[in-house]
């Protein structure tokens, strides 16, 4: 029984190890969409470069009206609602969805009807769908919430349905309400806005084709509304259900399964170790069996059985420690991976389990049956030398011991690479300093402060309240607050100067900022000045980072040059390079900044940021105080610390690392466990070899060495395979970051 037990264990904790991986990959690439014909269900997104957004609106309708390569086409936007409550007002997570985009997907609502495509027409009543949870949770889950009113943004939503439980429209949120979304062109901040829309491809219609289409149609909308696109010069991506995952982590997500599969290979050699061990002291009963007329290839066919036994009752444990594993992962999810709470144990990944039970049983079988049904073997039993078997499986036994080592020294070496590249980050200068430094993000009610005159009045007076606080010892406002990406997407012109296409496509970063950003944060000025009230005014200023100064004017003549992203503007300063959007975004990546004018600014958020005096969560509460004191409609939707915000960047890089060290970790302690039983069997089996030598004068510590000579001479070859395959390894462990 003991065993039995080992076996079972080492077994299980490889299966189960490969049962969860496999369940994130099954979910996250393999079958992202739980929706009928999902492999044919495609996002539509324009792009250029590295760069893709949504579509515009205007060119979503184009695609939907006229694309004959998609069955259907539609779309949806998140949006986030000022709700009235009992202490002033709260967020509602909201999504628009086009009418047709339920029954796309086969959804229907448990309770009452779904939008049609009057409800998104000008002037029409307005209305909304409320989630299964929102239900249950605010009104009881009764039936007599349909018709009911939910007043959004000041706005009287009517009832009219109620959708599944934990549905999220494929855009992997969860939302508490959903609204009609129109295509029609929309005016100001939200008509700039884009949109994600999706389609069926026909049967038989290549992606090529699509592209195609909806390139073409892409260049109809524009001539035909005079709108421009998001990105200039974009171009149609169309996106299939597996790469909706970020490439770099749909990339870490492989490498890690493919980490839990040299784990799954050192179980299987531990364990292959431990039958030719055992299949040596039951020599004498194969001989027996064989003296009595089993043939060599019967003998085989039962210890193949007995492996297929052993290998399903691991799986068995596997599948129960899979579950356990897949909980842990799951609370243990980085940010970037929010599709981790929907990962379940379903019949794919059953199969898999399964598969993987048979496949393992025929792996660490595979040994011990070559070893019995070599002639040499077969011989043997035949005339009862049992002592010739268990010869026979020395060589083998040092051959899985060398493999064993090997892999885990790969698996090893990797993850103390992650831990050295993480720990890196960790440290990073992000150039501003970050103590006590935090952004708040309001939500303003619709309609109230549409004109940019309107929102300057409210920055101001908020701003005056907050900066009189004690415990403040600055804010100012902001477009966008670190870590943020607002990347200009398109190209840029630098006058009298010719950039090649790949110089004026890079990628760079842009912020909307006002003069006292830069002391607010603690930025360095390396050269000129900041933003004049006059250049505030008319826009036509901009001030570049060092990494810019230094490649574009690397003689350190950059001031008084000018740019053009929609406008041209003098550069009037040069300031540090920062870490704006994370801690492993590259140091040398251009990044500028624009005067803020709210006329370019959303029309229902305000962003601040703020650098207490002393503590955090003092300055915090007084900010809360004075805005809902100044306005209570007004909801502080969002703050954050900026060193936090700036650590969990690298989240999913830590949370790879854990994996990594985790699994690196099991299969170090299988193959010790091995090599111990190897070098037990060695001297063991070579008892009486040590006693003779011994009798005739050896000394104690010489036959130790002996023994242990033997036994740790395939773990040094092992070592050295690994540390090659290691660096082999190397450029796939890169993409854990």
Known sequence: PWFTCVVVLTLALGIGANTAIFGVVNQL???????????????LRLGTGPITLGASRFVARAW?????????IE???????????ESGSRIVRGMGITSGLPAFLDVSPVLGRAFTADDAAAGAPAVVLLSYETWQREYGGTRDVLGRAVTLDDVAYTVIGIMPAGWDAIAYRRSDVWLPLSLDPVGGAAGNRTIEAFGRLRPEVAIDAVRAELDSLVLQAVEATGERLPIPDAVTRVVPPPHLVAGSTRDALLVVFAAVGLVLLVACSNVANLLLARGASRARELALRSALGASTWRLVRALLAECLTLAFSAG?????????TLKILVRLRPASLPQLV??????RVFAFTFAVSVFTALLFGLAP???????????????????VVRGGGVRARKLLVAAQMALAVILLVSAGLLVRSVIYLQNVDVGFDTTKLFAVQLSLPRGKYQSPTSRDVLADNLLARIRSLPVVAGAVQTFQAPPFWAGWVGAFEIRGMTLSDAEARDDFLQNNVPPEYFATLGIRVFEGRTFTADEMQSGQAVIINRAAAERFWPEGNAIGAELKFQEWGTVVGVVDNIVSYGLAQPRDMLQFYVP???????ATSLTLVVRAADDAGDAISSIRAETHALDSEIVIRDVWLTETRLASSIDGPRFNMALLIAFASIALVLTAVGLAAVIGYEVTERTHDFGIRMALGARTENVRRLAMKHGLTPAFIGVVVGVIGALAATRLATSLL
Request: glycine share 8%.
């Open 596 to 602: 803020f004018r709210s006329d370019r600014a959303s």
């Open 64 to 72: 939907r009206e006229r694309a004959r390569s998609l069955d259907g």
């Open 369 to 387: 049956a070559l070893q019995l049904a070599s002639p040499k073997a077969g011989s043997a039993l035949r005339h009862g030398a049992a002592g």
């Open 316 to 324: 068995a444990v596997g599948v129960v420690l899979g579950w356990f």
């Open 342 to 347: 929907d990962v379940q144990l379903d019949a």
């Open 75 to 85: 779309a949806f936007e998140v949006r986030d609602l000022v709700s009235p409550d």
């Open 29 to 43: 690439v393999l079958n992202p969409l739980p929706y009928p014909d999902a492999r044919r269900i495609v996002y």
